[in-house]
């Protein structure tokens, strides 16, 4: 069983910035995707930023040039980090990982999230 734990979020102020942390624990053998995603208040979910099979990352257009997403496997750790950010960026986000466990059998886990609100 894989555990994350998303942290970081809070309050900033349009133009600001926030580094989202995922920090994740458990029997982990390969990781072949990992998402941010994000959802609004009464809006579904969506993908920001992604890292596939460890290195090629895609973006949300909403998102590119201001977003970015990272890893440090040394942590078992994935950022995201949030430039320029915009009220529209306000929302709830959720780190989701799908990968292989020790036991060779897939696992598709998500934080709990963590709330962002750009406001002034």
């Known amino acids: 069983q894989v555990q994350l734990v998303e942290s970081g979020g809070g309050l900033a102020q349009p133009g600001g910035s926030l580094r989202l942390t995922c920090a994740a624990s458990g029997s982990i053998d390969s990781i072949n995707a990992i998402n941010w995603y994000r959802q609004a208040s009464g809006k579904e979910r969506e993908m920001v930023a992604q890292i596939i099979s460890g290195a090629s990352t895609n973006y949300a257009d909403s998102v590119k040039g201001r977003f970015t997403i990272s890893r440090d496997n040394a942590k078992n750790a994935v950022y995201l980090q949030m430039n320029s950010l915009k009220p529209e960026d306000t929302a709830v986000y959720y780190c989701?990982?799908?990968?292989?466990?020790?036991?060779?059998?897939?696992?598709?886990?998500w934080g709990q999230g963590t709330r962002v609100t750009v406001s002034s």
């Open positions: 989701n990982v799908l990968g292989y466990g020790r036991n060779l059998r897939p696992f598709d886990s």
